[in-house]
């Protein structure tokens, strides 16, 4: 775990103006995994994987939704996590967009994207990441995994009491998520390399503020240590 000397050590350095790290100088800690935790894959769907491995602004015209290498980049790392807790024996939830006819009324929307009509498997977890039969798919409607879902009560049948959070988008599902689990008295773990945004410089900053305020921004080095010296041992 992080001592309070190396709270600032992540992707934010050299973004953020030294004088606004003083400014937030007050949320300094030393950050940890919390108590009986579970993984929360935050909207590892196809379509922000649409146009491959390339700059999000390349194929904005095809995919507005694309993360592009963003994303990309973070398929190894997510992987990782996630054979880190299975080993663990975490429960783990997936979560995305609820698409079924019928579900919702017009206007009820993650966010205020325009874009084309979604294609079938647009919100289908990508392959890299397989969900198996323990895993948990929680349908949402808006940008928190929380809002309007199951998540919150499933979580309290497992007792669980915190969560270690990756996915997408850094700025937008990832934030609110990890903002509601906060408001709901978790303990909330956020992996750095494991999340990722359109543009570098809103997921820098974004996980800058969810680190200070709501969340342990943590690296993927760091938790998977403590799942496989702790958690493994349960």
Not at 111 to 128: N, V, Y
Not at 180 to 191: C, E, R
Request: aromatic share 8%; with cysteine; proline share 7%.
């Amino acid at each position: 775990m992080a001592s309070i000397d190396e709270f600032e050590d992540h992707c934010w350095k050299g973004v953020v103006p030294d004088a606004d790290i003083k400014l937030y100088a007050p949320y300094a800690r030393a950050t940890h995994v919390g108590r009986k935790p579970a993984l929360l894959a935050v909207d590892l769907y196809y379509l922000v994987y649409r146009g491959g491995a390339v700059s999000p602004s390349d194929v904005a015209d095809r995919y507005p939704s694309s993360q592009g290498w963003f994303a990309d980049r973070a398929i190894a790392p997510i992987q990782q996590l996630i054979a880190a807790a299975r080993r663990a024996n975490l429960p783990i939830f997936f979560s995305t967009s609820d698409i079924r006819p019928n579900a919702k009324p017009p206007g009820a929307n993650a966010t205020k994207r325009r874009g084309p009509p979604p294609q079938p498997d647009d919100f289908d977890i990508h392959p890299a990441f397989a969900v198996e039969p323990s895993d948990v798919i929680v349908y949402k409607q808006r940008a928190s995994a929380f809002e309007g879902t199951p998540l919150l009560s499933h979580l309290k049948v497992l007792g669980v009491e915190s969560l270690i959070v990756c996915g997408e988008a850094t700025s937008g599902c990832v934030r609110a998520s990890v903002v509601d689990a906060y408001s709901a008295g978790l303990h909330v773990a956020l992996v750095e390399e494991c999340t990722f945004d359109q543009t570098e410089l809103t997921h820098q900053v974004n996980l800058f503020d969810l680190h200070h305020k709501y969340a342990d921004v943590m690296s993927l080095a760091e938790v998977e240590a403590y799942l496989d010296r702790s958690c493994g041992k349960a």
